[in-house]
């Protein structure tokens, strides 16, 4: 007889834990309208505009390595509620920062919120969510990723003619999904595998009847507690014992090629890439418009087809087509093309990445590592991508100056074959499978 399940209970507790991620996009796009601004207000230098704009990735390090400790120790709804709170008060910081120092400060300690859900929301949804739709439920939190960076970009868009204080209400309506994320998060239920780890198993029962019928109860009981058996070691040494290396290995070599597959440089410097082919300010803004809803739309597609064509062969597809596209993109910038043309392959990469790179890493992240240390070795995977973002972000100005608009996007074709041939010979297939069938798989345990 089959599993039954109660798919509104789950769906409704993924899209509030997903929050997280919704937040994670209104940080990192709401720099990009308020940036012209901030300029004027603090008289920045170069040096400071790119240390204020990095400061969130230097938070985001910070908020990994407390975030997988914390949800080992303490449950991962704490720490939600925790990132939910810093999100609140930075958001409202930024908005009222008196002068550069405090702005910068109230940015990094967003960044620890940004880091610290970049991790927590999809290890909570993976870990409520039943096996066969595991992808698709993670992938909510890369769906409302997108949809802040989009919601973001057309506030920012609206609020640009309101005057040199416009920053202000940019940073400041970040309070407000806030507070609905901390509202939220208040009412979900802890992990069970959480609990069963703790010895807390009536809670755990209460949480898994919820979501399911008496057999997957007893089901998932049953792979949990035995996954769990032997051991609760949660140190950062056990994340490097040869059983689980190879899980760690391939999850951190995932999140630094989904950074620097140079995407978001697409995401973060379209005004230099249009700028250099002469396209005005105008046009300029409204590719990052288009850009945001090509992103929503197709990570739509991603989260019909994860759990249908599988992990495997949308990362081999999406890296495959990235490093061809760009080519095509570099040949037509060195050749000053016309604007539509470098907008369509702009918005193929971008259609691609949506589709494979973005949503797929953080789904595989969520689910290659064994119950037990799952927390903290999602954390220095999770750390890996934020530390490759600050590298990317900080080199593209350089490498364009010394080798034009166009040169950096030949290396990033490179590390798109790269990480190709990486995903064929080592990432193998998690589709329809528990957490405990793809520890034994990975570890053999």
């Known amino acids: 007889m089959a599993q039954q399940f109660n798919y509104s209970y789950i769906t409704g507790i993924s899209f509030i834990s997903a929050l997280g991620g919704y937040l994670f996009g209104f940080d990192f796009a709401v720099i990009s309208g308020a940036l012209p601004f901030l300029r004027i207000t603090f008289a920045l ?13 230097l938070g985001c390090m910070v908020g990994c390595l407390a975030a997988g400790k914390m949800a080992d120790r303490y449950g991962r709804k704490p720490g939600l509620m925790l990132a939910a709170l810093i999100f609140t008060i930075s958001s409202t910081g930024m908005a009222l920062s008196s002068g550069l120092t405090v702005f910068v400060i109230m940015r990094f ?9 970049s991790i927590l929301s999809p290890l909570y949804i993976a870990e409520i969510s039943p096996a066969h739709v595991r992808g698709r439920n993670v992938s909510i939190n890369q769906l409302t990723i997108v949809t802040g960076i989009l919601v973001t970009n057309l506030v920012n868009y609206t609020l640009a003619d309101k005057g040199d204080e416009a920053w202000r209400w940019m940073f400041g309506l970040g309070a407000v999904p806030s507070l609905l994320f901390l509202l939220g998060v ?7 595998r959480w609990l069963i780890g703790r010895g807390r198993t009536e809670e755990a029962e209460r949480t898994l009847r919820r979501i399911g019928d008496e057999q997957f109860v007893r089901a998932s009981f049953s792979d949990i507690t035995a996954s769990l058996k032997g051991t609760l070691s949660q140190s950062y040494r056990a994340v490097f ?5 190879p899980a760690v290995i391939v999850g951190i070599t995932l999140a630094v090629f989904q950074q620097l597959c140079g995407i978001n440089i697409v995401f973060n410097y379209t005004s230099t890439i249009f700028a250099s082919v002469g396209a005005d300010l105008n046009t300029q803004l409204s590719e990052t418009i288009f850009i945001g809803i090509v992103n ?10 994860v759990d249908k064509l599988g992990r495997r062969p949308l990362m081999l597809a999406g890296s495959l087509g990235l490093s061809v596209v760009y080519i095509v993109l570099a040949f037509l910038l060195r050749n000053q093309a016309a604007t539509g043309w470098i907008s369509f392959f702009v918005l193929l990469a971008i259609a691609m990445y949506a589709t494979s790179l973005a949503p797929v890493t953080w789904v595989l992240i969520s689910e290659i590592f064994p119950n037990r240390i799952r927390g903290v070795a999602s954390s220095i995977a999770v750390l890996a991508l934020w530390g490759a973002y600050f590298i990317l972000v900080f080199t593209f100005p350089v490498l364009a100056e010394e080798l034009g608009t166009y040169g950096p996007f030949y290396l990033y074709a490179g590390i798109c074959a790269l990480g190709f041939l990486f995903i064929r010979s080592k990432v193998k297939e998690t589709k329809g499978q528990t957490l405990e069938q793809l520890e034994h798989q990975l570890t053999g345990h």
């Open 186 to 192: 208040a009412w979900l239920p802890e992990s069970p």
């Open 296 to 305: 929503l739309v197709f990570t739509l597609v991603a989260m019909w087809q």
């Open 241 to 245: 014992e040869k059983a689980v290396r």
């Open 45 to 57: 230098s170069a040096w400071w505009e790119g240390f204020l704009t990095g400061s969130l990735a």
């Open 109 to 117: 300690a967003a960044g620890i919120g940004v880091g610290m859900a």
